[in-house]
């Protein structure tokens, strides 16, 4: 089994339609959002490590899950080693940095909680929480890896893997999400609400 990228789980929280398009189909899209994101990671996308206010930073570290069949980066994972064995990592924290600000929706927790999870099992260790830095508001905020977190993370991983599972992509669907979203120019959301809008104009006049 191909292990599946960890950034698929939040594009597939993001839209389903989506996560086919980039990860079955192999499109990609290029907006204002991506630039900025990208801008965002700028500074942690070189592999290296510092250490600051007591623990070491290990930056574009790459994670791996054989149970889950998940791979990916992470921008940054702050470890703290055991002081009595210092190759052995002791705790450890993911950070994920986003160009927003703090957003309601949960795609951006999943994702961080599944590299805390591919961490787990790297370091055979149990991780409590993590971080997200919003770039826009320069905000660190925290996020708990709690039962119901985890148990989402798991479950948007079968529902990512039945998604792809399928020849075709599910069916474009318009919401405000679409305004966001790279892949607009490609998916035509637009299209899919034509047949309704096109049964109205036809509908029959009162006079
Ligand atoms: S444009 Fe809308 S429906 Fe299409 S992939 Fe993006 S979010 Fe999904």
Redesign the pocket.
Known sequence: MDPLPLSALNDHL??E??AH?KFVDGLRGTNEHTLLGDLAHEAVDTPGYEHRAGWELLRALPLFSDTLGLSGKADLVEVRRDPADATHIAAARPVEYKKGPSRRWSNDQVQLCAQALCLEEMFGLRIESGLIFHAASAKRDEVVFDAQLRSLTLATLDALRATLARAAAPA??L?P??DG?S??PA?L?EAAALPSRRARLFEPREY
């Open positions: 993001y839209c339609r989506r398009l474009a669907v919401t999400r679409c979203c892949l607009r998916c959301p």
